[in-house]
């Protein structure tokens, strides 16, 4: 007899991650929620609609706090850790490297439109010039070069990872405002989008099968997070003070399930990172939060 997903879950006998990824791979998942030739806006739309078909007593809005929308213990919880947070160190630390002039006396502030207050919403977006997605850290990184300094590498969570930590508080509360404008911005969302969607590694899972199909579901002891609002909190401070940009959780999926990660800041995260952020669009951001 086939085992559904929701048994498979409540299974008494106890397995590791690797055996409950392989049950899950051979479950028969369904397909996602949005369609083959569909608007950035339609995907958006359809996604939001499928979570609240199947779960219609969760807010829109409560999806910002990912798994913890369907887990109201770990929510209150997670409010009360944000209430004194473990990681304020980490916060000021980047604090002080936003505020610290560069060699030649400017700041980061001085890269962005009002002062870098309210601009995250904004990123990623396609620069029609440089013909690619440039996501906040890129921005960050080209501010540092026109300023004399070098880039900081995108997997250093004591650079890039300690300074965005901080500069994307900045915009908390400003609502995600992506936009997909022309062919070549259009064709950087849908490569986004086929690896949201496309499955890989021994495991042949995809970004879809846990946070669209099984999101809600619980594995073991943890709640899988769903799509839409994911991409508002980044980045994450998990277990305490560990910190995890957006990208660098990507690479982390992609080992969990055999697949060769591509590097943080490459080409195909930078797409993931663009569609993944408009299907969030108009929901407020926080960044900087506790993940367990």
């Known amino acids: 007899m086939k085992m559904t997903l929701s048994k498979l879950l409540a299974a008494k006998r106890p397995a590791t991650g690797k055996k409950i990824l392989l049950a899950l791979a051979g479950a028969g998942l369904?397909?996602?929620a949005v369609g083959v030739n569909a608007t950035p806006e339609q995907d958006r739309n359809s996604l939001v609609k499928f979570f609240k078909d199947k779960y219609p007593d969760v807010k829109k809005d409560s999806y910002v706090y990912g798994a913890?929308?369907?887990d109201p213990d770990a929510k209150a919880q997670y409010d009360s850790i944000m209430d004194f947070p473990p990681f304020g160190s980490v916060l000021d630390q980047g604090k002080a490297m936003w505020e610290t002039p560069f060699k030649?006396?400017?700041?980061?502030?001085d890269c962005f439109p009002?002062?870098?207050?309210n601009v995250v919403g904004n990123y990623p977006y396609f620069d029609d010039k440089a013909g690619k997605v440039v996501t906040f850290e890129m921005a960050i990184n080209a501010c540092r070069v026109q300023n004399g300094e070098e880039a900081f590498k995108y997997n250093d969570m004591k650079t890039i990872g300690t300074l965005t930590a901080y500069a994307r508080t900045l915009s908390d509360g400003m609502a995600m405002n992506i936009k997909v404008d022309g062919p070549a911005a259009t064709a950087a969302y849908e490569a986004g989008k086929k690896q949201f969607y496309s499955r890989r590694g021994q495991l042949n899972f995809s970004c879809a099968t846990c946070h669209v199909n099984n999101a809600g579901s619980r594995l073991r002891s943890e709640v899988l997070s769903p799509v839409v609002g994911q991409s508002t909190h980044w980045p994450v401070f998990r277990g305490g003070d560990k910190l995890v940009t957006?990208?660098?959780r990507y690479f982390g999926c992609n080992k969990m399930v055999r697949a060769t990660p591509f590097a943080p800041g490459s080409v195909e995260y930078n797409d993931l990172e663009y569609f993944h952020s408009y299907i969030s669009n108009g929901l407020p951001l926080k960044a900087a939060v506790f993940r367990k």
């Open 30 to 32: 369904l397909m996602g």
């Open 68 to 70: 913890l929308a369907f």
């Open 246 to 248: 957006l990208q660098e």
């Open 114 to 117: 009002n002062g870098g207050k």
């Open 104 to 109: 030649n006396g400017k700041k980061y502030a």
